[in-house]
């Protein structure tokens, strides 16, 4: 049964950087491709970014363009998170489809059917 587990969440201070991992379990491609959401107290699941099964292809939401990176390792997906703000204090969650992609990657949850249990990002001095 496949499985996402998320990891590296925690406190930081504003200007700070942390790196979030996403790593399936159950599957035999390594490959799927990745999505990164999050979720703030009172607020409504956005997305982040995402990256290809090809791993070429990665989109990012604006308000993270150029402070945020997502790359892969195999079956392991990465968010790198530089000069955070408080504003993106939330609980990140990563997703997968069980599909090869190519060079394509998904905006929206409704298209990530699997779901890690998601991990919290604080940022506040």
């Known amino acids: 049964q496949l499985q996402l587990v998320e990891s590296g969440g925690g406190l930081v201070q504003p200007g700070g950087s942390l790196r979030l991992s996403c790593t399936v379990s159950g599957v035999t491609f390594d490959y799927y491709p990745r999505g990164w959401f999050r979720q703030a107290p009172g607020k409504e699941r956005e997305g982040v970014g995402c990256?290809?099964?090809?791993?070429?292809t990665t989109k990012y939401v604006d308000s993270v363009k150029g402070r945020f990176t997502i790359s892969r390792d195999k079956n392991t997906v990465y968010l790198q998170m530089n000069s955070l703000k408080p504003e993106d204090t939330a609980i990140y969650y990563c997703?997968?489809?069980?599909?090869?992609?190519?060079?394509?990657?998904?905006?929206?949850?409704?298209?990530?059917?699997?779901w890690g249990q998601g991990t919290q990002v604080t940022v506040s001095s």
């Open positions: 990256i290809s099964s090809s791993g070429d």
């Open positions: 997703a997968t489809v069980e599909r090869n992609t190519g060079h394509e990657c998904y905006d929206f949850p409704i298209e990530y059917p699997y």
